[in-house]
């Protein structure tokens, strides 16, 4: 059991004086791999600024985020730049493809810019995408997929190159709930397969619902979070249909 | 659900015995209610008194020798109850929402705290569903949609606890006392013009509540 990724008191805020706005107060939150946290709040929870944080794609205002155990701040710029390449995968809402590629160059992209060859990235692309049954879409564009395939593309993307870390902000954004369902279902599945760890921030409780851990998160703060439950079969004997009349 | 029309609907099918009648009765549902040897006869004793099956066996023997057939009018019952709407109409006595309208009566309740303790209780017991749907077999359309029905009742009762929460940090800000601008607390009731939220069952708390935080002279 390794901790891939921990906030250690971590605070963020923007501006200053009376203009100054706390979005992440003191949080901390370890997640091991193989392990899928969703962190819960409404709009404006501080949610996504604790999600770029962990990412390093925005360093805090106090506090540490470790990568593997090793504390992010003491990375040059250049390795930090190499660990969002080759460790940390990203998933949007609005997925976030370049829409002048195919999904096959959308998925292959992060292993070229790492200095991948562009045959050996092709091939990898196409056995990503082939795993999230997307292999007859790979010459497909963006606008030629539907939400749940872009969504999909997205996250062989993310997960490219046996990332171990994926960070998703609303991965569902505006799927119906079968294709989020889909998208919750592969993350899961991803994370106990390959021991990957995902971070999943989100309003919706049914996404959380998939997640191992459910943290939530309210003006900035963690302020509780969800424990190992007895197993599903304790719902199963509690269930009892209305007896006939 | 209704075990009785549950009945009906399996042995439209054909002729069953009681026991097998459980279990299919169990298979189709994702075993998601369980059911008693007990609530099936005694289920299947009320359909044969009221008309609506028949049995084959002989009277004197008892349930597992028994089949059981559907009457013509256990057909027209089924159809009926089919396309009867559940009665939605009035609103149910929610023992959550009551716990909720009772918190903020009480000045010293955390009412955010108490909306946080059932929010993570309702998310736990969605974790556990989810569970059993990742686990299950997704071509088993009957126990998919039964553990579906249950994460979607429990997500509705997390969003309306969401928009409670919201509601009420909204209504508490408003009421909140200008701290920042001490010359006019100085003056002693800043709270008595202020407008009163317009929220009927949470005035008593909030506005007490604004009122002796903004109080610097005794009454």
């Known amino acids: 059991m390794t901790t891939m990724i921990e906030l250690r008191q971590v605070s963020k805020s923007y501006g200053r004086g009376d203009a100054e706005v706390h979005a992440l107060r003191e949080a901390s939150l370890a997640v091991i791999d193989g392990e899928m946290v969703a962190v819960m709040g409404p709009s404006g929870s501080g949610k996504s600024t604790l999600l770029t944080i962990a990412g390093t794609l925005e360093e805090p205002t106090a506090g540490e985020v470790l990568i593997a155990g090793q504390p992010v701040s003491n990375m040059s710029k250049a390795k930090q730049a190499q660990l969002r390449r ?3 995968g990203y998933v949007f809402q609005d997925f976030n493809l370049l829409p002048g590629l195919t999904a096959a160059e959308n998925v292959s992209l992060p292993l070229e810019l790492d200095g991948t060859s562009a045959r050996k990235a092709r091939v990898a692309a196409l056995k990503a995408l082939d795993g999230l049954r997307l292999g007859d879409r790979a010459g497909h564009y963006p606008d030629q997929l539907s939400g ?65 851990r459910v943290v939530f998160i309210r003006d900035g703060r963690i302020i509780d979070q969800t424990t190992p439950a007895a197993g599903p079969e304790s719902l199963l004997v509690n269930a009892t249909p209305e007896a006939g009349k | 659900m209704s075990v009785r029309h549950a009945m009906l609907a399996l042995l439209s099918e054909g002729p ?29 004793q009320r359909l044969e008194r009221d008309g609506l099956v028949e049995s084959d066996g002989d009277s004197d023997s008892e349930g597992p020798q028994k089949a059981y057939r559907i009457t013509g009018a256990g057909a027209k019952e089924l159809d009926t109850w089919l396309r009867t709407p559940p009665d ?64 979607f009742r429990l997500a509705s009762v997390v969003r309306w606890l969401d928009a409670a929460d919201d509601r009420v940090r909204r209504v508490k800000a408003d009421a909140e006392p200008p701290v920042a601008n001490p010359a ?6 800043p709270d008595d013009e202020r407008p009163v939220p317009n929220v009927p069952w949470a005035l008593p708390r909030l506005r007490g509540n604004s009122r002796q935080e903004g109080r610097t002279t005794p009454r």
């Not at chain 2, 006019?184 to 009731?189: H, I, M, P, V």
Request: glycine residues 6%; negative net charge.
């Open chain 2, 16 to 44: 069953k015995f009681g026991l097998r009648l459980r279990e299919e009765f169990e298979a189709r549902t994702g075993e998601v209610w369980p059911l008693n040897v007990g609530q099936v006869y005694t289920t299947l």
């Open chain 2, 184 to 189: 006019t607390t100085d003056r002693g009731d």
């Open chain 1, 148 to 212: 749940g395939e872009r969504q999909r593309v997205a996250i062989a993307r993310a997960m490219i190159g046996e990332r171990s870390i994926v960070l998703a902000d609303e991965p569902s954004g505006a799927l119906d709930s079968v294709n989020s369902e889909a998208i919750m279902r592969l993350l899961h599945g991803a994370c106990k397969d390959t021991g990957m760890s995902a971070i999943v921030v989100t309003h919706d409780a049914q996404l959380a619902s998939w997640a191992d």
């Open chain 1, 86 to 88: 080759r460790t940390i």
């Open chain 2, 88 to 151: 939605l109409s009035a609103p149910p006595r929610d023992e959550l929402v009551m716990k909720v309208l009772v918190a903020l009566e009480l000045s010293d309740a955390d009412v955010s705290e108490i909306i946080q303790a059932h929010r993570r209780y309702l998310v736990e017991l969605m974790q556990q569903w989810t569970r059993i749907k990742e686990d299950g077999d997704p071509a088993d359309l009957n126990s998919g949609l039964a553990v579906d029905a249950e994460i």
